[in-house]
């Protein structure tokens, strides 16, 4: 399958927050949680799920920090074991999914995110936007608007969000000193 016609059979959909997610996220961290166990790993419900007061595409995403001397490949290994489907791997961080189907999204969707410990803006950008309701919503509106052009094309859709996340995350670091 062409990246293409993968993005075909997944669009990106936004969806009124579902008070569903946070659930989800929680039920999906309790499973990663015993299944890394052995690594240590700081886990957190990050992206727009996250974020009550906004509109999401209806994918959980979740971050798992763990120690950078841990067995980066042993983790790899028993996700995959699990389930998971691996789709990118770096000295630094690895991505996996859960609920792509050959017909499209399964009703419970996860990105899951390996950053070496510490390595967390992520969480600063989710925290910033929950604690700045006007900063969300601004978000949302960008992300609105970026929908009709990007709908087929995640790669170009994170891109265009890129620099006012960096904003955020950049005024949620000068909030914190």
């Not at 075909?8 to 997610?21: A, G, K, M, R, Y």
């Not at 419970?108 to 604690?131: M, P, Q, S, T, W």
């Amino acid at each position: 399958m062409t990246l293409a016609e993968l993005w075909q059979l997944f669009p990106i959909v936004l969806e009124s927050h579902n008070t569903d997610w946070a659930e989800w996220a929680n039920e999906e961290m309790r499973e990663l949680s015993a299944l890394l166990k052995d690594y240590s790993p700081v886990i957190n419900h990050i992206g727009s799920t996250a974020i009550p007061t906004i509109q999401a595409k209806p994918i959980i995403d979740i971050l798992v920090e763990i120690a950078p001397d841990n067995d980066w490949q042993r983790v790899h290994e028993k996700m995959e074991k699990s389930g998971y489907i691996c789709m990118s791997v770096s000295d630094t961080r690895m991505s996996f999914n859960k609920g792509y189907t050959p017909k499209g999204y399964a009703d419970k969707v996860f990105h899951i995110h390996f950053h070496r410990a510490g390595d967390n803006d992520e969480i600063r950008f989710r925290d910033y936007l929950i604690a700045h309701p006007e900063a969300a919503k601004e978000y949302e509106i960008l992300k609105l608007s970026l929908l009709p052009k990007y709908k087929n094309d995640r790669d170009g859709y994170t891109e265009a969000k890129t620099e006012f996340v960096r904003r955020m995350t950049d005024l949620a670091k000068h909030q914190s000193k």
